[in-house]
């Protein structure tokens, strides 16, 4: 069965430090995938890319499910900076979606390194406005609480972009339960991934069941 990996000295609890942390990863899981393709394996890049796919599909939706939500609860203010973070993940699930489709190495290479682009500069902006805006507007317990919904959300998401499921919480906790979530996790097992002895990772599951 394939497995999915993470850093093994992350301890979980804060939100800012989780949507950080998995920031960090999505740049760690891209950079194995650039050296593995310019090394010419092309076995291992595809290993390293579902597993950027696979966290950034499970973060994305955790954040559509508790952290933007929590924006909005703030004011209109908050709402603006949840509804462009909303679309600026509609739009990275889209080119993730493109980039599966294609087969042409080069334009492969170009869409992904685009979307990355997109990524970064959205990253970027929840890191430097979004989440500090967070820390002034909302409170510890809140804050708290959001963070175990975070890593709960995580795990009951999907594993692969689906630009055409609502991005609203409500609408898109429905879909999850119901239908997403349980294909892409059978997917899952047939996709290949990197294993735990390449990199020092374990899989989340692992990590956090001995918390």
Same mark, same amino acid.
């Given at each position: 069965?394939?497995?999915?990996?993470?850093?093994?000295h992350?301890?979980p609890?804060d939100?800012?430090?989780e949507?950080?942390?998995?920031?960090?990863e999505?740049?760690?899981?891209?950079?194995?995938?650039?050296?593995?393709?310019?090394?010419?394996?092309?076995?291992?890049?595809?290993k390293?890319?579902?597993?950027?796919v696979?966290?950034?599909s499970?973060?994305?939706?955790g954040?559509?499910?508790v952290?933007?939500?929590?924006?909005?609860?703030?004011?209109?203010?908050g709402?603006?900076?949840? *509804?462009?973070?909303?679309?600026?993940?509609?739009?990275?699930?889209?080119?993730l979606?493109?980039?599966?489709?294609?087969?042409?190495?080069?334009?492969?290479?170009?869409?992904?390194?685009?979307m990355?682009?997109?990524?970064?500069?959205?990253?970027?902006?929840?890191?430097?406005?979004?989440?500090?805006y967070?820390?002034?507007?909302?409170?510890?317990?809140?804050?708290?609480n959001?963070?175990?919904?975070?890593?709960?959300?995580?795990?009951?998401?999907p594993?692969?972009?689906?630009?055409?499921?609502?991005?609203?919480?409500?609408?898109?906790?429905?879909?999850?339960?119901?239908?997403?979530?349980?294909?892409?996790?059978?997917? *899952?097992?047939?996709?290949?991934?990197?294993?735990?002895?390449?990199?020092p990772?374990?899989?989340?599951?692992?990590?956090?069941?001995?918390?």
């Amino acid at each position: 069965m394939s497995s999915h990996v993470t850093t093994t000295h992350h301890v979980p609890g804060d939100l800012m430090d989780e949507i950080k942390h998995d920031h960090r990863e999505f740049e760690e899981f891209y950079t194995n995938y650039k050296r593995a393709y310019a090394a010419g394996d092309e076995k291992e890049a595809e290993k390293w890319f579902n597993q950027l796919v696979w966290e950034l599909s499970r973060h994305m939706v955790g954040e559509e499910l508790v952290v933007y939500p929590l924006l909005d609860a703030t004011g209109p203010k908050g709402k603006e900076m949840a *509804d462009k973070d909303r679309a600026d993940h509609q739009k990275v699930k889209k080119e993730l979606e493109e980039i599966h489709r294609l087969r042409d190495p080069d334009l492969f290479e170009a869409t992904l390194d685009r979307m990355m682009q997109d990524l970064r500069q959205h990253t970027n902006k929840e890191e430097t406005q979004d989440l500090e805006y967070l820390k002034q507007h909302a409170d510890k317990k809140s804050l708290e609480n959001a963070a175990k919904a975070f890593m709960y959300g995580k795990k009951m998401a999907p594993t692969r972009p689906h630009p055409g499921i609502p991005n609203r919480s409500a609408a898109l906790e429905a879909a999850l339960a119901f239908f997403v979530t349980p294909l892409d996790k059978l997917r *899952d097992m047939f996709t290949p991934f990197p294993k735990e002895e390449h990199v020092p990772y374990q899989p989340k599951q692992e990590e956090h069941a001995k918390k």
